[in-house]
């Protein structure tokens, strides 16, 4: 079990190098690619990006070289004095105790990181089954039935909440948009179109879904500050694509309603006290992602070019590619540092011989 979870660790910080370098490549390209693309597909890059730091494409070339099978099977030979690298490989062992440890404490992490998140979601589940209202102004039932013909979908439903002050839509398999109360009788027939379209479109999409899946792999880099930002992002870009989806065909007194109702639910959000937990949603508490949401509806439509997607694409295989690589040539450094199968000698104890080539 020990080699299991090192093994496991040290595959996590091969992939946090190479998620590094894949999303540094995306985060100083993300405008270029937005100005040639769209908002959902901000969205699948980001997505790609993100599970850069969980899915070892590396791996099988490891598999293929035999380095894997050495690494768990074999001591790591560390010489100190032969090398840089060697010697600050043992000066950090030999100086830093916990060492040794450190991959146990990142598998508690994981472990508490993963059951905090998955009581939270039940708690959210079943608070919103047991505590939920089912609305009865017609408007509202009318509007979101219009809304059902055009694009049918049986697994959504629509609910009102008193411990909410934004609209948001949860659920994997039973999908539920919840309406906070305080919203229910202070919007008129158009501003109700708008907020359903778009949590709709959550639906539609299945972006609970993705949230839960990126919230998962989301354990195992409870310890990366650069993976939980790539995750908030994905977060902005999701509402800027339901944004984009609902606003597509709008004219301009249109988006500025738009806006101003993302105004309105921020005020009545900050009008609110009451607290609640909830884990798997979509509404936004972020100021800085309200102005980003508001000036792209407010942008409009954009001409998307034609090889848009195909530059997009190239480039985010490039990046995975490059962080791979990196990743891969990584592989001993990491190992040297944090492999429980890693001894240190003294180089100079040693002489180093090559073999005599076979004729």
């Known amino acids: 079990m020990d080699l299991i979870i090192n093994r496991a660790f040290i595959c996590v910080l091969l992939l946090s190098i190479g998620g590094f370098i894949a999303s540094s490549i995306y985060l100083l390209s993300e405008k270029l690619i937005f ?9 699948f890059i980001n997505t790609v990006v993100l599970l850069s730091f969980v899915i070892p494409f590396y791996f099988p070339v490891s598999i293929s070289d035999g380095s894997e099978y050495c690494f768990t099977h074999y001591d790591l030979v560390i010489l100190e004095g032969a090398d840089l690298c060697s010697n600050f490989a043992a000066y950090w062992r030999s100086t830093f105790p916990f060492t040794d440890c450190i991959d146990h404490i990142w598998f508690v992490g994981v472990l508490l990181f993963f059951i905090t998140k998955a009581i939270l979601y039940v708690y959210t589940i079943s608070r919103i089954k047991g505590k939920s209202f089912q609305i009865e102004s017609d408007i509202w039932l009318e509007i979101f039935k219009n809304i059902r013909k055009e694009q ?3 697994d959504v439903l629509l609910v009102g909440s008193n411990d909410t002050q934004s609209p948001f839509t949860v659920g994997i398999r039973q999908k539920y948009i919840v309406i906070p109360a305080i919203m229910i009788n202070t919007l008129d027939a158009e501003e109700i179109d708008f907020i359903l ?6 639906a539609l999409r299945n972006d609970v879904a993705r949230k839960v899946i990126i919230l998962v792999f989301s354990c195992l880099n409870w310890f990366n500050p650069l993976y939980f930002l790539l995750k908030e992002n994905l977060s902005a870009w999701i509402e800027i694509a339901c944004d984009e989806a609902v606003t597509e065909n709008f004219d301009e007194r249109q988006r500025k309603k738009y806006a101003s109702l993302i105004i309105k639910s921020l005020e009545l959000e900050n009008t609110a006290h009451r607290s609640h937990f909830y884990c798997v949603y979509y509404s936004e508490t972020s100021i800085k992602n309200y102005k980003r949401r508001i000036l792209e509806v407010l942008r409009g439509k954009k001409n998307v070019a034609a090889y848009g997607k195909v530059v997009a694409i190239s480039l985010a295989v490039i990046s995975l590619v490059c962080s791979n690589i990196i990743a891969k040539e990584a592989d001993i450094p990491v ?5 429980n199968q890693a001894v240190i000698f003294d180089a100079n104890d040693f002489e180093i011989v090559s073999l005599p080539a076979e004729e």
Not at 35 to 43: D, L, Q
Not at 197 to 202: A, K, P
């Open 35 to 43: 100005r040639i693309t769209s908002a959902r597909f901000m969205v």
């Open 152 to 154: 049918p979908k049986k």
């Open 197 to 202: 379209r778009h949590e709709y479109c959550h």
């Open 335 to 339: 190992n040297m540092f944090f492999s």
